[in-house]
């Protein structure tokens, strides 16, 4: 029986999970889905950029959220900052509507992320986090600390209420997390809701 996108988002939303480059849910990638096209079509809206005492390629991740009700694929989008950190996903990562999609720096920072990516790092004292989609940059966060908020060991969380690729660009809409909290690889407790809804 051909996977629909029903079946996908529900076994999806349930946590299935194995071990490939698509770590969460492979089988949402035998949808055919096109890149997102327009800014907004996916929105920022967690990062974790200091995971001391964890080195940045071990524990660092980000989240982008899916506020249309459209399927997309992030296969040959790039994951970059202003500077010469960049990255394309070479995978067909099919992301559903409503969604919640972690990119780490690691196979197991702590939880089983979407997809993870390598030549891409997060700056603790300020960054830019840009996904450019065919040459279109669907959304892009420049934060600094003062109108941002600063953590380690918690991510940088988008408020509930502002889940839009305008909002984000604000930093007194977000907030460090507070709760939930998973434990890392190596046994410390780091703050987050990777992978759903946020939390601070």
Known sequence: MALTLSLAVA???????DDSNRTNFP??????ASQPASAGQLVISEIYYDPNPLVDTEGEWFEVYIPTSALYSLEGCIIRDAGTDTHTVFTNVVVPPGAYITLAAAQNPGFTPDYVHSSFTLGNGGDVVIVDCGGTVIDQVAYTFGPFPGATQASMTLMPGFLDATANDTGANWGPAASP????QFGNTAFGTPGAANVC
């Open 11 to 17: 076994l999806l939303m349930a946590g299935c999970g």
């Open 27 to 32: 089988e949402l990638d035998e949808l055919s």
């Open 181 to 184: 909290s998973y434990i890392d």
